[in-house]
């Protein structure tokens, strides 16, 4: 795209003004003005071909793969026109998951070097940059040669879970497990660690009854936690979960509970993978082990998207039972509303508690609960107060029938949504349930 820049308007002007006077004055040399516009047309014309150079075109952008909420990153933005030009500006395009700080553009140094422009993330998710618009002066500041390039960088906007790890780490060293070590508890566990002098409190389950015929002397038998059990963090980011609660997508702080759980599974020896599902399965991670997989781990929630659309559980639910060949731990982020809306899930979930152990967790419904409880003032805040209360036993209904197909439940507050798991994350492995 070419256009007259600010100078060539100005000029146009100055030079019209006085021959549109001068025609008026002396009528026989009229021509005057339309030979300045034709030297303009004739200076716009060579000034805009001298500046063209889109062949040697070039652009790049270069933005960190991933950045917390709320974190401030730097876009560095290069090009080049293969020949001086007077001014070469640039602006990037990006979608609403990041916020510019200040400015999207600017002038790039004559010396060649980056224009670096700062962004701020504001929603989770895979943030993009698309294109790059750059538009530099023709030789003689008459027009603006803009073109535009399309770019493919995309950044990964992460949840921040500094907090709630620490936090998460505490829970850990309280039950020593902390930097992935097994548990060792006598008694505690299935897998078979060492044997010991039998003390008096021991159980006597504990007692090798060979070995110490064998050594003359009482030996117990020590135990520790089974570590590589299989952990499916399976998110749903249907219509429901998409519905902010305290400011923030029911989603979101299910994406921050999962990654936390992640973490502490990850250390404690154990494989994670992650599945998200709407209308249909969305998201499905490979199980990874280790502590450096939760980068990877981090980098696929990022890529759970918010959906207006109703969530799929027959489908979605189908489909990881299908994907898994050994018994899991199954920990499902969602919400419900009544009886009717959860009976499908209802009927998938108990042929997946046959197999696996199935974890829901679940956000307390707080504006329900506090419509429930408030003090009715008019006959409105009555009939309102006694449709949430009636909400609210529908839903114990649903929960009370997840419980009875074997499957177990968490209803926490939303800002203790990850520690709760954590601590029966934890208490199941205590109690040899995985």
């Not at 021959?19 to 516009?37: N, Q, R, S, T």
């Not at 994406?255 to 499905?284: E, M, N, Q």
């Not at 809306?341 to 967790?361: D, I, K, N, P, Q």
């Not at 909400?391 to 009875?404: A, C, H, P, S, Y």
């Amino acid at each position: 795209m070419i256009y007259p820049t600010g100078k060539a308007v100005w000029a146009a002007a100055a030079g019209a003004i006085p021959a549109f006077l001068i025609a008026l004055a002396l009528p026989h040399v009229w021509y005057l003005g339309l030979l300045w516009i034709c030297a303009m047309l004739a200076f716009l014309a060579v000034d805009a071909a001298a500046g063209r150079g889109r062949a040697s075109l070039s652009a790049s952008l270069m933005a960190p793969p991933r950045v917390g909420v709320g974190g401030r990153f730097t876009v560095h933005v290069a090009a080049s026109l293969g020949q001086r030009v007077r001014m070469l500006q640039a602006r990037v395009g990006h979608d609403q998951r990041v916020e510019p700080v200040g400015r999207t553009g600017g002038v790039l140094p004559a010396n060649g070097g980056t224009l670096d422009l700062e962004f701020t993330a504001r929603r989770r998710g895979i943030a993009s940059f698309d294109r790059v618009w750059l538009r530099w002066n023709g030789p003689f500041g008459l027009t603006w040669n803009q073109v535009v390039l399309p770019m493919d960088r995309k950044v990964a906007v992460l949840p921040d879970v500094r907090s709630a790890r620490d936090e998460a780490i505490t829970l850990l060293q309280r039950s020593a497990l902390a930097d992935g070590h097994a548990q060792r508890r006598a008694g505690q566990g299935r897998e078979f660690e060492a044997l010991k002098d039998y003390q008096p409190g021991m159980g006597r389950r504990m007692i090798d009854w060979k070995r110490s015929a064998r050594h003359g002397k009482l030996l117990a038998r020590e135990f520790r936690i089974e570590e590589n059990n299989n952990i499916v963090l399976a998110i749903d980011s249907g219509r429901l979960m998409c519905e902010p609660v305290d400011g923030v997508p029911k989603v979101d702080r299910a994406v921050t509970a999962a990654l936390l759980s992640a973490f502490i599974a990850l250390k404690g020896g154990d494989l994670v993978s992650l599945f998200s599902f709407d209308a249909t399965p969305r998201v499905s991670s490979g199980a990874v082990r280790g502590s450096p997989s939760f980068t990877m781990i981090q980098k696929r929630a990022a890529e759970i998207d918010y959906s207006g659309e109703e969530t799929n559980f027959t489908l979605a639910l189908t489909t990881l039972a299908a994907k898994l060949d050994r018994r899991s731990l199954v920990i499902v982020f969602t919400d419900f509303v009544d009886p009717i809306s959860a009976e499908l899930m209802l009927r998938t979930v108990g042929r997946l508690a046959e197999r696996h152990l199935v974890l829901f967790m679940l956000m307390k419904d707080v504006e329900l609960e506090t419509l429930a409880d408030m003090q009715p003032a008019k006959p409105e805040d009555v009939a309102r107060a006694v449709t949430a209360g009636g909400l609210l036993r529908e839903r114990q209904v649903v929960i009370g029938r997840l419980r009875l197909l074997g499957a177990h439940v968490i209803e926490a507050d939303h800002q203790r949504l990850g520690p709760a798991l954590v601590e029966r994350y934890i208490q199941l492995k205590e109690e040899n349930l995985l």
